[in-house]
């Protein structure tokens, strides 16, 4: 008994997937792939005309020093747990405690190396803050404290790689004075000069005396 025969698709019933290959498809097919398509390379297009999405950035959005391209970001975050002894040797956890962020960003330069390190150490120098601008997430407040390359005689002619590391810096909210009517109702300040005065004894009395 023959078996019947199975007619050959004119076209292919294949998802349009990375690593499929071109193959014939549906007329209808391509209307629903290509506008998805075009605004796939619309979107990467554009992204070539903005600017860095990733670096050391100014509070005003302009990079602190202009390399050649950005190899890495590293971050570091730690809390820290504040303890007190207790009776028998045992400590009891009080108070949770942010220490600042570390951050370094590794640039390569090969263009403009001198006008490069000269602005990164006219940055590390000053007390400016600096944003942390990755694709993930921006780290602000941050102050350049420390920066290195290495350059030899087989590696680096050309092209070096920078790394500058920076520190999170607190910034505290201005304290806010109430005035008060009278003056005894005034809460205390933290401003002005206090004026010391000499401890007065009673008359006849003697330190450490009886």
Request: proline share 9%; hydrophobic share 45%.
């Amino acid at each position: 008994m023959p078996f019947p025969l199975v007619p050959t698709p004119l076209f292919a019933n294949v998802p349009l997937n990375p690593g499929v290959p071109i193959m014939l498809r549906a007329p209808g097919f391509l209307a629903y792939v290509a506008p998805a398509l075009l605004l796939a390379d619309a979107l990467g297009i554009t992204s070539l005309f903005l600017g860095p999405q990733w670096g050391i950035f100014s509070t005003d959005g302009s990079p602190f020093a202009i390399p050649d391209a950005v190899v890495s970001v590293d971050f570091r975050r730690q809390f820290r747990l504040s303890d007190y002894p207790i009776e028998d040797g045992g400590f009891a956890s009080y108070n949770k405690v942010a220490i600042p962020y570390d951050a370094r960003v590794t640039f390569a330069v090969g263009i403009d190396r001198a006008g490069f390190l000269e602005d990164v150490d006219m940055a590390s120098r000053s007390l400016d803050l600096f944003d942390i601008v990755t694709r993930d997430f921006v780290y602000r407040n941050g102050n350049v404290i420390h920066y290195d390359y290495r350059r030899e005689a087989s590696n680096g002619v050309s092209l070096i790689k920078v790394d500058v590391w920076l520190q999170q810096v607190h910034i505290l909210p201005k304290p806010d004075f109430v005035k008060s009517k009278a003056p005894e109702g005034a809460a205390s300040s933290n401003t002005g000069t206090v004026q010391g005065k000499p401890a007065l004894l009673p008359t006849g009395q003697i330190l450490g005396g009886v």
